[in-house]
């Protein structure tokens, strides 16, 4: 994955910020690379700073979810940056391993996908202040989890009978 952003700064100069994701993750900024490292082992999570001409530049990535924040505010979107890391409860980070782990011993590869899929909505609710959300969002994922192990259960019996 490739997105690009371009800004011009307040002496009149263009730069060009450049997010890659694949075999790792990278930042380039007006042909400067800088190597960047998730901050949660399941789901992507990136939370980057770095200064250009006196603005404050933050590269923001949840999931496939990714934006640049000058000074502030998200370009994107519009909206106010709010850091992940520090808005983040605990509990979040909490129920983004446990759907991930659980979701690879009830449903294998296609377990852990899912699992990681609603990781990165617990986040982005999170993050905008919707705590029941996460909750909600949680059930709805334990639910689904085990009506997929209970499917593939009964898949399993019928091909042996």
Request: net charge positive; hydrophobic share 55%.
């Amino acid at each position: 994955m490739k997105k690009s952003w371009s800004f011009t700064d307040m002496y009149g100069k263009e730069h060009s910020i450049v997010y890659k994701a694949g075999f790792g993750l990278k930042l380039i900024v007006d042909g400067t690379t800088y190597k960047l490292k998730s901050q949660n082992w399941f789901v992507n999570v990136v939370d980057y700073s770095i200064e250009i001409a006196g603005s404050d530049i933050r590269l923001v990535a949840i999931g496939a979810k990714v934006d640049v924040a000058i000074n502030g505010v998200y370009v994107g979107s519009g909206e106010r940056y709010v850091p992940v890391q520090a808005n983040t409860p605990a509990w979040v980070w909490v129920l983004v391993g446990i759907s991930a782990i659980v979701g690879l011993l009830c449903n294998s590869a296609l377990g852990v996908v899912v699992g990681i899929a609603f990781g990165t909505l617990y986040i982005n609710f999170a993050l905008s202040g919707k705590k029941g959300k996460v909750i909600a969002v949680f059930i709805v994922w334990a639910v689904l989890q085990a009506a997929m192990a209970w499917l593939a259960f009964w898949a399993q019996t019928a091909l042996y009978m």
